[in-house]
Structure formats: C-alpha cells, structure tokens
C-alpha cells in the first residue's frame, strides 16, 4: 500500500442513521482516527451521502473540515454501492491503485462498493476498515466481513491499515503517526471491543 495512490471512501455516515446503527459512536471515532492518517499522508478524501433529501448530511462530528482540499468531494447517490459515475470518474482521475472503505451500513453499502470494486474498478487492491464500520444489526457485520474476504477484499483494522501506510519508523512522519495511534489508544480499543 502506498500513500500515494491511495484513496480512503467513506460512505453514508449521516448523522440520521446515529439512533439505529450498532455501535454508530465508535464508527465516527474511528473514522475520525482515519481522517487524522488520511491527512498526515496526503491521501484524498471521497464522500457519499445516501439521499441526502430523506436522510441529511454527513454527520457534523465526523472531522471533514481538517482535511481541507484533501476532502475532495461529498456526492449525494440512491444506488446502494458508492460506485457511481462520479466516484469511478475521481477513482481513475487521482489514479487510484487503492481503495480504503469505511462507513456504513457492513451488509449493504459497504458490500456492495466493496464487490463492486473488486470486479470492475481497475484498483489493485481493496481494504476494509473493521472498525470503521458497522450495520443496524450486530450479526450482519461478520457476514458481510466474511463474504468480503472471499471476493478478496482485505479486511483490517484501522491501526493495522496505519500501519501498512507508515512503512517506516525513521520517516519524518512517524513522530506524528505516533501521537495519533497513542491518542486513540483507547477509543481504538473501546471500538474493537464494542464491535467485534
């Protein structure tokens, strides 16, 4: 995995889904610790909303505005996966080898997107953020890991997908890394715990 043609997409983290996603709280947290990496590296942000008409916007919580022009676009869609004409047209255009996935809902959005990119996006490689993630209910997030994996999507954790973009203890930038996995020490756990 290299920052540099890397791509984080977060789909449908709206703030109308908080009351009825399982563990909705540690998504955005961990989803937060994502942006965090997501701006030390320079990797570009794409956002979905699903219906924004019925549903509302992105979360207020979820921390877009620190990414600055890294947040390169919010795209409003009806279709389920978050592989609409849009997103495929900015995937290609920052020649993305690498696709990053969070958000919601495990057995739906994220599946889909996940199936969809494996088949017919032209990326090298597709993780999952396990931690970022989550459905209405509970169970349907292994299920949904677990087809994932089959259709040779590489499910993480946000720390071990840290990991992979760091490299390298002596780069300029591992001081920083440092800080942000020890601040999110224990709400990483706190996540893991609540949705594994």
């Given amino acids: 995995m290299t920052t540099t043609t890397t791509l984080f997409l977060l789909c449908d983290l709206q703030n109308k889904f908080q009351s009825v996603i399982h563990e909705y709280d540690h998504v955005v947290a961990t989803t937060n610790k994502m942006l965090q990496l997501a701006k030390l590296f320079g990797i570009p942000v794409v956002v979905t909303t699903q219906n924004t008409r019925a549903l509302g916007p992105i979360d207020p919580d979820v921390d877009l505005a620190s990414l600055g022009t890294l947040h390169r676009q919010t795209i409003d869609k009806t279709l389920f996966s978050m592989l609409i004409p849009e997103v495929q047209a900015l995937i290609a255009k920052l020649g993305t080898t690498t696709i990053v996935l969070m958000g919601i809902e495990s057995h739906i959005c994220i599946l889909q997107t996940a199936l969809e990119l494996i088949k017919k996006s032209g990326v090298s490689e597709v993780y ?20 994932m994996r089959h259709a040779g999507v590489k499910v993480l954790t946000s720390e071990s997908i840290g990991f992979l973009l760091m490299r390298d203890a002596s780069l300029h930038t591992f001081k920083e890394f440092s800080r942000i996995i020890r601040e999110s020490k224990a709400t990483t756990k706190a996540a893991g715990e609540a949705l594994f």
Avoid at 128 to 147: G, M, T, Y
Wanted: proline share 5%; hydrophobic share 60%.
């Fill in 128 to 147: 999952v953020v396990a931690d970022a993630i989550s459905s209405c209910n509970a169970f349907e997030v292994p299920v949904a890991l677990d087809a």
